[in-house]
């Protein structure tokens, strides 16, 4: 268990810490010449299970709030000191109030100093800290009379803290791992080493980390947890980690994080939830603050969502606009401190790293984020999956509510979506959202066969636009594909359209054709351009032009490049080659196509790179450098197709 300690000045936080552990935590020069805190101090104390009590102590001053909330960041119980001689006092009062809105519920109150007060001195105190703590997350927290000078209640004191820890809920083991960093050191043979508390997941020695922001790349050479040596670390325990990678230590500072390079997504902005405490003021739109995330203090603004002023005691829904990049994650608290940091403003919790650029305070969008309150994933799954037409990222999501891959599976199965692709690219879908989608699909195919009767179909990429914009390519495959194995769809060559669908060419253009055709049947792979077909029959270019953008609507004739047009046989001819150097040579290349297509010298590698590319293009093949691969989707298509 990690105990944080948290108090005025001069109250004898350090001095307990020492009773209770034997270690001094002033470790700093100054703080030993002082005598008073300035930074984090660390001590430990084993326990009789072979189990560890941490203890951060944390400064009392009020110009070092920044110090004590970075501490604060990821304990599990709150030792809150109260001289007995003073009472509580203005920082106690202000630290009770930041542990609020951390959300800090489980705790005790030391009542140090008794050793220099009369009895009845003692008895006004508790009633002073019973009145301080009412209605409070702590009201109900045990008071410990010691004096940490002779010792008087220590024991009974550290009793209750041993027995806390016993009943401590363990933290979830899911996740991926994420350090909050508060401290960086060189150690002469060892390196740079940082410390913080894992806020998530667990680490190894030989594990790969990042450090960011700016995403510095590490491997952990050495570890020590709760001040011994271990080969693993896990949330919730305090971690020393030993890094070895191509930076050094002044490159790493307390306020970045250490996490699994999957984590590494830096952000300048986040919505959540946060709410003014009593007795500040108001909190306004756009006011600008001090961010307090894990170790960090950003300086940022506050958008407010839902409201234009947030008054003492409400919550409100909020953007927060940080004026540099950070790491952060779904339910991590934050605090919001003024932009003098004098007085604390507001806390909260993140609800959402990936917010939308627009409609942020549509009725719709501010449903999600309430719904985003809710601690369990499925619920928010559900209510995203309903509002997003055309799907969802789940790697997004994943990395959002930090899930592993195994977590994400059983989840999706609760949820009950219909999941396209895998790993990054897998994307969700609601089965209401998949039915409306097919509709669309047949709708929009009706209404293009209504406005262009002479086309064949309709090419993907323009059908695929012109369903949703925003619809991934891996939703409208596996659409296209349920469609036509059910018979819904049909395809011919490269469009797609009704299976009553025909194209028409009339008969005039027929006759037309008929006079041109044997020009490109004789150099097939080469044909002459319109220009050369209208001076060799004497037909206006414009005309010839007219007749083929008709034909190659019916798809009878492919144009391959400008004004420079096949014919459906010979692209299906060409479509082969291209498939057998793939199966042969792994991708057809400009050379050797080339040298298949005009083995007799009738052409040249740029007519060869223009029918290649045409491939690339119409998406038969990707171009992968001077590759051209056949597309895993395209390997059956019959370019015969009538």
Not at 58 to 80: Q, R, Y
Not at 221 to 250: I, T, Y
Not at 597 to 623: C, M, Q, W
Request: glycine content about 8%; aromatic content about 4%; hydrophobic content about 45%.
């Amino acid at each position: 268990m990690l105990i944080g300690t948290a108090g005025h000045i001069d109250h004898g936080k350090t001095t307990l810490v020492q009773a209770l552990t034997g270690v001094d935590a002033d470790r700093l020069p100054q703080e030993k010449a002082r005598g008073i805190t300035l930074d984090l101090g660390y001590a430990y104390t084993p326990l009789a299970d072979g189990s560890v009590l941490g203890f951060v102590d944390v400064p009392g001053h009020e110009k070092l709030i920044h110090n004590m909330l970075a501490g604060a960041s990821a304990i599990d119980f709150v030792l809150l000191v109260i001289a007995a001689d003073d009472g509580p006092m203005p920082q106690t009062r202000e630290h009770l109030e930041l542990l609020e809105l951390l959300g800090m519920g489980r705790g005790a109150v030391a009542l140090t100093k008794i050793d220099a007060v009369p009895p009845e001195r003692i008895k006004q105190a508790r009633g002073e800290i019973a009145r301080l703590l009412e209605g409070t997350r702590l009201a109900d927290c045990a008071v410990f009379p010691v004096s940490g000078r002779s010792g008087d209640g220590v024991a009974a004191l550290r009793a209750h803290l041993e027995t806390a820890a016993t009943t401590l809920p363990r933290r979830p083991a899911g996740g991926r791992f994420r350090l909050a960093i508060d401290r960086s050191f060189s150690l002469t043979g060892v390196g740079t080493v940082v410390t913080g508390t894992a806020h998530a997941g667990g680490i190894a020695v030989g594990a790969t980390v990042t450090a960011s922001p700016p995403s510095l790349k590490a491997r952990v050479r050495g570890l020590r947890v709760h001040d011994r040596p271990a080969e693993n670390g896990a949330a919730g325990e305090r971690c020393a980690l030993a890094l070895k990678g191509d930076f050094e230590k002044k490159d790493i500072r307390r306020g970045m994080w250490l996490v699994d390079p999957v984590l590494d997504i830096p952000l300048a902005r986040f919505q959540g939830e946060l709410r003014v405490p009593h007795g500040q003021q108001p909190l306004t739109h756009m006011q600008t603050v001090h961010v307090h995330l894990g170790t960090d203090d950003i300086v940022g603004r506050v958008a407010l969502l839902d409201c234009r002023k947030v008054e003492p005691g409400s919550a409100a829904l909020a953007e927060i606009l940080l004026e540099r990049e950070t790491l952060t994650l779904r339910g991590d608290r934050f605090i919001l401190r003024d932009a003098g940091a004098q007085r604390t403003v507001a806390g909260g919790r993140v609800l959402d790293i990936f917010p939308p650029a627009r409609h942020k305070r549509a009725p719709e969008r501010l449903a999600l984020l309430d719904r985003m309150r809710n601690d369990d994933p499925a619920a928010v799954l559900e209510l995203l999956a309903s509002q997003s037409p055309t799907g969802i990222d789940l790697a997004r999501f994943a990395l959002s509510w930090n899930l592993t891959g195994t977590e994400t599976a059983a989840l999706l199965r609760r949820v009950g979506l219909r999941v396209l692709g895998d790993g990054d690219a897998a994307i969700g879908i609601a089965q209401k959202a998949w039915a409306a989608l097919e509709a669309r699909f047949l709708q929009v195919l009706e209404q293009e066969h209504e406005q262009s009767p002479d086309m064949i179909g309709v090419e993907p990429e323009r059908l695929r636009r012109r369903i949703s914009v925003a619809l991934p390519r891996p939703v409208f495959d596996a659409l296209s594909a349920q469609l036509l194995a059910s018979g819904a769809i049909a395809q011919t060559r490269t469009w797609l359209h009704l299976p009553g669908h025909r194209a028409s060419v009339s008969a005039d253009d027929r006759e037309q054709f008929a006079a041109l055709k044997p020009l490109l049947d004789a150099r097939p792979y080469n044909p002459p351009r319109v220009r050369d077909l209208s001076e060799a029959t004497g037909t206006p270019e414009t005309e010839v032009r007219q007749l083929f953008k008709r034909l190659a609507r019916a798809g009878e004739l492919y144009p391959v490049a400008h004004d420079h047009y096949f014919t459906a046989s010979t692209v299906a001819a060409l479509a082969e080659i291209v498939r057998r150097l793939n199966a042969e040579q792994g991708a057809a290349r400009a050379a050797p196509f080339r040298d298949i297509l005009f083995s007799d010298g009738s052409g040249g590698r740029k007519v060869a790179i223009r029918i290649l590319e045409f491939f690339d293009r119409v998406g038969y093949t990707r171009r992968i450098r001077d590759d051209h691969v056949l597309r895993r989707e395209a390997a059956a298509h019959d370019w015969t197709a009538t």
